[in-house]
Each structure stands twice: as C-alpha cells, then as structure tokens.
C-alpha cells in the first residue's frame, strides 16, 4: 500500500507492506537510522518519534497510521547547523552515555518543552513522569532531568534577549 | 578547566561548529564528551546502521520447550518460500564443523540444538532471507516435532537422584553437576573461630537470576568474501579482540583474515561479552547464502536466551566475638543453565566470589561454590559486576547488617568496628585478596554526614510511631577490578592485558589506538585525556581509536571495569614511552644532554633555564623532518605499550538507602540515595558521577523490580519488558554523591576502575533499608527477605511470610 507522510518537513512516500511498522518506515523507507528500536512492547521508548507534536512509539504504530501526519525524529531538531537547546542540553549536562535512547529521549523532552504553559517552572515530577516512558541503562536520568531543564532555560533566556 | 555553560550564554559546543576550540582542560577535569557530537545528531553508527550490498537477514526459530527431544525438523516449506534464501539447522552446521561452540568456561555449547532442546527459547533453526519480515515468516513454516521432557528449574531440584539427565551430550556425565566444588579460604581455621564467637547468625541468602539488558541488543552482520575468505564482522561486543580469537579457533579461519569492527555500542553491561550461537549462525550462513547476513535479536531472544547474571544460592554464616565481626563462611550452590558460560577468568570458576570477606579485617573466611546444570539460559555473565564480586558483596553487606541486629549494635557501628583499618594496606584478605589501598571509616564518616545518619534513625523512630514504615539500609563494598595480572588471570588462555598505540603527527596532533572497547563509558574523551595529561597536548587534537580489530592493538576488552584500570594503564604507560623519546629528541633539538632536561606539561626545558625549550609539538615535527635525529634513535613519534597491571585496583564505597515502604501495598519507594565512592584518581568527575548514577539505577532495578523466573515446565515468564521491570525515572531518587580520593599506589595514574562499583554497593544497600524497614515495623519479627523487593514480596515478608523468589 502506498503510505506518506512528511517527516522533519519532507514527504515521504513508500509502497510498504500494510504491517510495516512506523519505526521500520523511517529507518528503512526513509533511511533516517537516528530512531531506534529497542522492545516491541511500547515499554522502552527507545523508538519514540514526535507525531504532530506528540511523542509516539513508533514500533507499535503502522506506518500506516501516520498517513497524512508530521513525524520529527532527532534529524529534525538541529535546523540550518545550529543545534537546537535540548540537544545542546544533554551534552552540556552529560546526559547521554552509549546514545541509543538519547533520540527518543531528546524529542520527549522538546515535546515536553513546547506544550509546558511555563517550561522555566517545570517540577522535577513533571520531567520524571513526561521521561517514564523511555528506559535508559545508562545515566540513571540525573542528568536527562537537568538537560531538559537546561534547554528550558536556555530558550527562555534566548526568549528575552539574554543571550 | 571547562565548566558547564550557564544557560543562555553561547554554547561552546557551537562554537565548536564555527571552528572555535573548545575549553578543554590539557588533562584529567570536567569536559564535556567528544562522542556527544553525532549520538545527539542521530548519527551513531549502531549494528542496525550497517548496510551492506547485497545484505540478506537472518532469524532463529526457537524452542518452545524447557527440555525436549528433537524428533524430526522439516524445513521443506520454509525453503519453499520465494524470499528465503538459505535455512540452516544442526546437520548442516555438523558439515561445516560448527555444529559445537566452546564456552568462555571450557564446556560446549549447540549453535542449534540437534539431539535436545535443554532451555526455552534455545536455538534450533536458522533462515536467511531477502528482508527481516519475511524471515520472521519462514520461521512458522520450519515443523519440529518435540518429545517433551521434564525440566529442572530449581538448582536445589538438580541434584535429585530422579532429576533428568540435561548433560546428556557430554561423554561420562552422570548428573547435573556443572563443574567440581571450588573452595578458598581456611575451613578449619574458620571452624575453630565460630567455635569461640559470641554470635553466630545463619541466613539463606540468594542473588536471583537477572538480566543486564542493554537497550540495544545483541546482533552481528557476517560478511564472508567467497572469493577472498575475509571474514569482515559487525558486531557490538565488549572484547573484540578476544571475539576474534575464538572466532579464529572455532571456524577454523585464519585469524588475520577476520576483521571485528564494533561501531557504536548501546550498552553491554556484561550481555555483549559472550560468543552466542546466533553469531555463530550469522556467520555460517554467511557462507551457506554466500552474502553478508544482517541478524539481530528481539528483546524476548535477548532477555530468554542471552547471558544472564548471579543466580546464586547462599548459605552462610557469619560470626562475632568481643563486638567485632571474626568469621564468615557460606556455601554457594551456582545455577549455570544448560550449557556452562559462566563469564570469568580461567582459573577462576566462580569468579572473583572469594572476594566474600568484603571491607572487614576477619580472623577467619570459607567459602565453596558448587555449580549445576539445569533447563535454563546459559550465561553466569558478570551484569555490571567484576566477575561475582556482586554476589559476594550482596552476600557479606547483608550478613553484616543481619549479625548487627542480631548483637544489637547499630549496622555503621559494627562496620567501624570492624573495617580494615588504614595503617593496614597493602591487606591480606582471608581468602587470599592483596587490597591495595583505602581509608574506610573516612569514607563512611562522609557518607553518614551528607545522609544525617543520627537524625534519619530519629526520623526513623517518629514514623514508626505514626505507623509509617521507613527503612534505613547500609552498604560498603570493596571491589577489586581490572583483571589481571598475566601470572594470576587468562581467559581462554589469552592474558588479561590490554596494549595501546600512540601516534604523535608532525603537528602535533596525535591518535591513540586502545583494545578496550566503550558501550558507552566515554573511551573517546577520557582516554585523550590521559595522553592530555601525560603530554600537554590538548584533548580536542587526540583521536581515541577503537573497535576495529585490523587498526587497534590486542587487549581483552571492557568489562570488569577494566577499562582505566589496565587499558588507562596503557595508554599512560605509551604517553611516557612517547615523553622519553620526546626527551632524547629534545635533547638533540636543544644541544644538551637528556639527564640536563625536565619536564612541565607539554615541554621539555633545560634545568636551570626554564627559557630555553623545546614544546611536544615542535619535538613531533623535528622528529619528522629532514633533522638529523639522536643516535640509534627511529624518526617519528610515536610507541606501543602493553600493560600487565601488577594487581587489581581495589575502589570501594560507603552507600546509605532510606526507603518508604506502604504498609497497605508492600510499594517500596526509594526516598534517598547516598553514594561515596572512592575510585582513586579520578580523570574526568562528570563521567564518573555519570557512571555511578547509571550503576545505582541498575542496582535500583535489581533490588525492587528485576527477575527472570521460570514455570515448572522451564518457561521463563520474563521474556519482554511487561514481564522483566526496569527503573524508569520515576522509580529513581535524585542520587546524593560525595567522594574520597585514596590514589591507586600501584596504577600509573593511581586510577581505579569505577563502572560497575555502585551496581555492586546498591542492591544489598537498598535490601538492607527494605529488611530495616520491615524490622522496626514488625517490632524485630522480620529480618530476612531476598531481592527483588517488589510489593507482593515485600507485602508477603511483612506478613510474615518472605519465600525465595522462584
């Protein structure tokens, strides 16, 4: 069947089997290898890609299901050579070790960012919670806690010309 | 030094992008990780990432059975299947000598089960196909016929004189006895000390079978060149040196024609140390379908079928006399699965367990392992741990805590007691251990103070009288890692020691070349720094080179923590041999004698007149030009190092826990950690810090959620994540770290290893709190309950009814 879709701005269209999953579509169709697959069961987050704005797993959604829709994956946060604040706040704050959750990770957190009323005051439970869905092995989320934070700040201060 | 960019100034990894250098510090110091840079791009190179042309894919079709004989397999239909390209079972592997692998632990192991299927989920058939969909489909059209056979689960069980025969393969196998009972330490000594204690406490403790469970997981691409017979393997391990060695004996391929190349790993944590059948199988089907074969695993195949940890069974005593701790002794009965792989130095069956006497000056110690088979996963791997050192940490911190109850003195206070003290190192443990170096009450006054001991115990006394359960635990750990010395340790016959390749080009700028292999840890950026620190050549002009074995010296690799340890022992070991040969080329530059030069970081200068010098770059481009160079002396700059660490490195720590428990649900919430670890020098303290958080979480995992359990039948009822839970952010405190630093005195860089260490300290540590807890609410009726504490373990203890997890 014949799936599109518009992926960090680009239109996709495949002829993929019906049960090819959304993961295997940008990794295989798309040729994007930043998503990563890590469970099938939607319990580690590793797959997690931005559907509309909303984070999703992509290994247990259709690529089907996303016909029509706007997927961001991690190639889709740096724009015009700059980083963008979340990806410059896990370096700084070491928030990443092996990388192989880092991109679900990262997007969880730009959603995360965008749809807080006041990302400056968010608690550190609302970070906790919006990040429970994905599994890292390596960073025991110390440090995801404060690189997400780190962004929210940055753009906040970029917000008001403090930079 | 570089310190972290405060929010909304310029960041300097941008200006990085602009071509600006980056603060670094010229040696050890906070810097952020030069290997950020494409992982937080999306641009890692994972085993997934390889494309090769003309790939094809590969899948195992697995046992559905525990024990079970093969009767027939018929493969016809699945041959039949337009996509499929090749299917290879036992008989054809037979053909190609492959059919039996060998074990890290000398015993043989069925790439593809042919007479008996003996653990669920065991290989038994292997498809090659056009693309991964359609070999997952092959995969229902292959029809075995199973006889179904009883399994053994239990190890206690194993023995039995009606217990089934799993070893049936192995010639003279008359039951399920793994490997012959191991001892170390002094049984009569050790009996004559219990005979004159005061105390004596007696508990079963038992290390349950877990599962380290990297988020990316196991696979290989074999790429075999019929024409050439190069072997060209991807394939995120954690030795690849030592995999291409075994590849090399088990194939019967020239070695020089196997190239390993590990690209970017996601996690190991012990999982991607073995040789598994599926590598095997990739690779023979490689040469079967005469492609490279893509085969990578599910998570149900990675966490039912690749190497698990600790299951350990432990009786154990341990005793006191005139309030300190004198005797320890324990019986261990090892459940090694089907096929034993326990990972671990040779000489060493069960690892480094021996270990058991941990922190504290004893008269006495006795331990013996037995191991046995039995109708589960093979693996016995060391899951962030130096080869069972966890167990046996696990083992005496819950020991020490149980005897202090029993004696009822406070749990610290019978540590301090009893700690080795410093004016006692280098220490002769009872069992045999040469620890090196520590100062332990310092290290645990630190951690009581940033915990506020004294009130937590108050706090402690005030929620019980409301009800509330609160449970304080402790934990201190000596580790010894960084195996090993050449005299003492080998695996397989290969000496533990790891060689390093420095180049120093004409500018300047240099690449070293290690055989430890990162999965994550920051090789790229703490290894340049090293060579930073030893050279004054700054970090960002140092290229880490690894993870291909055609391009980087032999070394066995990173697990056991051994990375600083002997690794970093090499790498500062060939930064000096550059620095002297730096000296002598300097001495000619200058036109004095070597003896007349010293050394500042990044300069040799003439004593006496600091002006007047010669800087390591301008040395590197002398020693490559047209200049005559000292005598008998090689152009060039540049050397090679192997390193045989003298001993082990002996980090250690001080852990306190303070958990809520719900009296209604048995939920255990860990409220506070505290971690003080000494780890000697440290290089970089960001990705130490970052090592220990991500340990605690592991050992989080394994003391409140973690299990792999199996059916009478043999089925592991573990197979995914619903099944097998996990520390998400939520069930993780903010980790409260504190350091003391107790330099390694035999290590170049007085380094000590430190990945593994709070893995180790954190699940007696957070069992202690979740018993303490129970203790103080049922009035001292409850002193013993085995990890994982969940809530309906956890609920059942408090009732008064703890049971072995199963």
């Known amino acids: 069947m014949l799936v599109s879709m518009s992926i960090n701005g680009q239109t996709h269209s495949h002829d993929v089997e019906p049960r090819m999953l959304l993961v295997h579509y940008i990794r295989e169709m798309a040729e994007l290898h930043g998503t990563h697959w890590g469970c099938d069961t939607s319990n580690c987050g590793i797959c997690v890609v931005l559907m509309d704005g909303d984070p999703i797993k992509s290994c247990t959604t259709l690529a089907a299901m996303a016909e029509g829709h706007e997927i961001t994956t991690v190639e889709g946060l740096e724009k015009n050579g700059v980083l963008d604040p979340i990806q410059q706040g896990f370096h700084e704050m070491h928030a990443l070790q092996c990388g192989f959750c880092t991109p679900g990770m990262m997007v969880t957190g730009r959603a995360l960012i965008d749809q807080h009323p006041n990302p400056t005051q968010m608690t550190d439970y609302e970070i906790r919670e919006a990040i429970s869905g994905g599994l890292c092995r390596c960073t025991g989320y110390v440090n995801i806690v404060k690189a997400i934070r780190w962004a929210a700040a940055y753009e906040a201060a970029a917000a008001t010309g403090g930079n | ?806």
């Open chain 2, 1 to 806: 030094m570089a310190t972290e960019t405060a929010p909304g100034k310029m960041a300097t990894w941008l200006e990085d992008a602009k071509g600006e250098v980056q603060d670094a510090p010229i040696g050890y110091g906070r810097m952020k990780r030069k290997e950020d840079a494409r992982f937080i791009r999306g641009k890692g190179n994972y085993l997934d990432d390889v494309r090769l042309p003309g790939m094809v894919h590969g899948a195992i079709l697995r046992s559905p059975y525990g024990h079970a004989r093969i009767l027939s397999i018929d493969t016809s239909k699945a041959l039949a299947h337009p996509k499929v390209a090749a299917v290879v079972i036992a008989k054809d592997l037979e053909t190609l000598g492959l059919a039996w692998m060998p074990t890290i632990s000398y015993d043989t192991q069925a790439v593809l089960a042919g007479d008996k299927v003996r653990f669920h989920m065991q290989e038994v058939a292997f498809v090659v196909a056009l693309d991964a969909y359609s070999a997952q489909d092959a995969l229902a059209l292959i029809e075995v016929e199973y006889e179904v056979l009883p399994a053994i689960v239990n190890a206690r069980k194993a023995m039995d004189a009606d217990a089934p025969l799993i070893r049936d393969d192995k010639v003279g196998q008359t039951n399920n006895l793994a490997s012959p009972t191991w001892e170390a330490g002094d049984k009569a000594a050790t009996d004559r000390v219990f005979a004159e204690a005061d105390t004596i406490v007696t508990r079963d403790i038992i290390d349950p079978r877990v599962h380290p469970s990297p988020m990316e997981t196991c696979g290989m691409v074999a790429d075999m060149n019929p024409e050439t017979g190069q072997l060209n393997i991807y394939n995120g391990n954690q030795a690849p040196h030592a995999h291409r060695t075994v590849y090399a004996q088990v194939a019967g391929l020239p070695e020089h024609r196997i190239r390993i190349l590990c690209n970017d790993i996601g996690g190991g944590f012990g999982n991607k140390v073995p040789v598994y059948p599926g590598y095997v199988c990739a690779i023979a089907g490689s040469i079967v379908a005469g492609a490279p074969v893509k085969w990578i695993e599910d998570r149900s195949e990675n966490l039912v079928s690749t190497g698990f940890a600790r299951d350990y069974i432990m009786q154990s005593q341990m005793c006191a006399k005139g309030g300190k701790i004198t005797g320890l002794r324990v019986d261990v009965l090892a459940d090694h699965g089907a096929f034993d792989s326990t990972a671990q130095p040779t000489k060493f069956p069960a690892g480094f367990f021996h270990i058991v006497t941990g922190s504290y000056d004893l008269d006495a110690a006795h331990c013996t392992v037995t191991a046995v088979y039995t109708n589960k996963a093979p693996g016995g791997v060391a899951y962030r741990c130096s080869f069972r050192i966890t167990e046996a940490v696990y083992l005496v911190e819950r020991m020490v805590e149980a005897l202090a109850w029993e004696m009822n003195v406070d749990p610290i206070e019978l540590r301090m007691r009893s700690f080795i003290r410093p004016e006692q190192f280098p220490y002769e443990t009872a069992t045999g251990w040469t620890y090196d170096s520590g100062d332990y009450h310092k290290t645990m006054k630190v951690a009581m103070e940033i915990a506020g001991y004294d009130q937590l115990r108050q706090e402690q006394q005030e929620k019980a009288a409301k009800g509330e359960i609160m449970g304080i635990g402790i934990a201190f750990f000596t580790e010894g890692v960084g195996a090993g010395p050449r005299k003492h340790m080998d695996i397989l016959g290969l000496a533990m020691n790891d060689g390093a390749d420095l180049r120093v080009h004409p500018s300047g700028k240099a690449v070293v070349s290690i055989s430890a292999q990162t999965q994550g840890q920051g090789h790229e950026t703490t290894f340049a720094q090293i060579v930073a620190e030893e050279l004054g050549i700054s970090p960002n002009d140092i290229t880490v080179r690894h993870g291909d074995t055609d391009k980087t010296p032999y070394g066995l690799g990173t697990y056991g923590s051994r990375s600083t340890p002997v690794s970093g022992g090499a790498v500062a070991v060939v930064s000096r041999k550059v620095r002297d040969k730096a000296r002598l080329i300097a001495a000619r530059m200058l036109e004095t004698r070597p003896e007349d030069l010293a050394w500042e970081k990044g300069r040799w200068y003439v004593r006496g007149d600091q002006s007047k010098g010669a800087a390591i770059e301008d040395i590197a481009e002398y020693s490559y030009s047209g200049s005559p160079m000292p005598e008998g002396l090689e152009g060039g700059l540049d050397a090679q190092a192997v390193y045989d660490p003298p001993n082990l490195t002996y980090p250690y720590g001080a852990y306190i826990a303070v958990v809520d428990i719900d009296p209604g649900t048995g939920h255990v919430h860990c409220r506070r950690f505290i971690a003080v670890d000494d780890c000697g020098v440290r290089i970089n303290p960001m990705v130490v810090d970052g090592q220990i958080h991500g340990g605690l979480t592991e050992g989080v995992g394994q003391a409140l959620m973690e299990l792999i359990s199996f059916d009478e039948q043999g089925n592991c009822v573990n197979a995914s994540f619903m099944d097998y839970l996990l520390p998400t952010a939520l069930e993780c405190p903010e980790f409260e770290l504190g350091e003391t630093v107790t330099p390694c005195p035999h290590h170049p860089i007085g380094a000590k290893g430190v990945g593994e260490s709070p893995c180790v300290g954190s699940p007696p540590c957070i069992t202690n709190a979740v018993i303490d807890g129970l203790r103080v609410h049922t009035q001292g009726r409850v002193r013993h309950m085995d990890m994982p504490c969940n809530p309906a373990r956890t609920w059942a203890a408090m009732q008064g009814n703890a049971a072995p997890p199963q």
